[in-house]
């Protein structure tokens, strides 16, 4: 065994078993879990999914926020045997917690239990019986032929929710920049000695000092604090003018100002200047923001647009937007990285000042579409 973990090959094979596993269980829980929490509500009680989403999204962060912090902690102390067993026995955890409430939820069952035919079915019909349709037929009509008027209705109405969705992922791309290229950055930076008063509050959480590594708490800290300032706080006094796809809307300009603010720290420190690797807090702050918008907004939006047998499937949908906009910014740089060679030409003013262009430039968009679907819902 001791031979197995020392072979590079077997470890790499290992690592994408455990790569592979994570990969199946996150795609099991997370559409699904986002799902379950809005059937816990009744009808009645839809205008307390705003503030429910909000909260599942501050969790998340909560856990977030601290592994950030301990993670690394146990990796420079124990090795990383501990820091990947420290979360999967947390999980473990987590999932007995959660069975043993099992008595307590509202369990919907899947579509399939009541033999309905789900999204895939009635779209590959539909897209296979095309020629078959009528003259002012829609693209869904032919499917009714075969499948009932629920299911296809059903079926019909995630292609809206998917026009939606469809101008998210460029989002992503340059969102989880902050945990590569906003790291290179913060390297370059000079970190925050901790002394006196911080370093007896904080010194236990980050050591002598917060370098860029420890920067990226700062993401998940913000979003707990933002999660109830804009649900409790700000949306109730926005009244209508905070609907969800205006607070989405509004998240991809928050995004396209963080990266004018990183820019404007990168010149600074192209120009020669020593900056401490706090200025990073005030992009942080917008990126949060827009953040917040957009994932917790989008959880909320996702579940209430959704037909009732197409809740998981929207979800799924939602996520998947992660992954392409994960996908996305693989392309995006390897496809840049060919002007300007290595972490030099990603890491510089003129990429994020490019950034906060695209960004921008998608988040008009989203808002013309999203004008549109709104008057097209009025008729």
């Not at 913060?186 to 010194?203: C, N, T, V």
Request: with cysteine; charged share 15%.
């Amino acid at each position: 065994m001791g031979d197995l973990f020392h072979d590079p090959a077997a470890r790499f094979n290992l690592l994408c078993v455990g790569l592979g596993l994570i990969a199946f269980g996150s795609g099991g829980i997370k559409p699904c879990v986002s799902a379950f929490m809005g059937d816990q509500f009744k009808p009645g009680q839809n205008h307390l999914l705003q503030k429910a989403y909000g909260a599942f999204y501050w969790s998340i962060n909560f856990g977030s926020f601290f592994s950030f912090i301990f993670i690394p902690q146990i990796r420079d102390k124990f090795g990383y045997g501990w820091a990947f067993g420290v979360p999967g026995i947390l999980m473990g955890i987590a999932t007995l917690i959660f069975w043993l409430g099992t008595k307590h939820y509202v369990k919907v069952p899947p579509a399939r239990d009541d033999k309905h035919a789900g999204f895939f079915k009635v779209f590959f019909h539909a897209l296979a019986h095309r020629g078959e349709r009528k003259p002012g037929e829609s693209f869904w009509d032919v499917a009714r032929a075969r499948f009932s008027a629920d299911e296809v209705d059903s079926a019909s109405s995630v292609g809206p929710i998917l026009g939606i969705f469809a101008l998210v992922p460029p989002f992503w791309a340059l969102f989880d920049q902050s945990g590569s290229t906003w790291v290179l950055q913060g390297q370059r930076m000079l970190p925050i000695e901790l002394s006196g008063f911080w370093k007896d509050a904080f010194g236990w959480f980050f050591g002598e000092r917060i370098n860029a590594e420890n920067m990226q708490s700062t993401n998940p800290a913000l979003v707990m604090m933002l999660v109830p300032l804009l649900t409790l706080g700000i949306y109730p006094r926005l009244g209508k003018l905070a609907s969800p796809l205006r607070r989405m809307g509004a998240g991809m300009f928050f995004g396209a100002f963080s990266y004018v603010l990183v820019a404007w720290l990168q010149q600074r420190l192209e120009n020669g200047e020593q900056l401490s690797v706090a200025w990073q807090i005030l992009p942080y702050i917008f990126h949060t923001t827009g953040e917040v918008l957009i994932s917790a907004t989008g959880l909320e939006f996702a579940f209430s647009q959704a037909a009732p047998r197409m809740k998981s499937t929207i979800m799924s949908f939602w996520l998947l937007t992660v992954a392409v906009g994960n996908a996305l910014v693989s392309v995006l740089t390897s496809v840049l990285s060919s002007d300007a060679g290595g972490h030099s030409g990603a890491v510089s003013s003129g990429r994020f000042l490019m950034y906060a262009e695209i960004t921008a430039i998608v988040g008009i968009t989203f808002a013309l579409v999203a004008s549109k679907k709104k008057k097209k819902k009025k008729k």
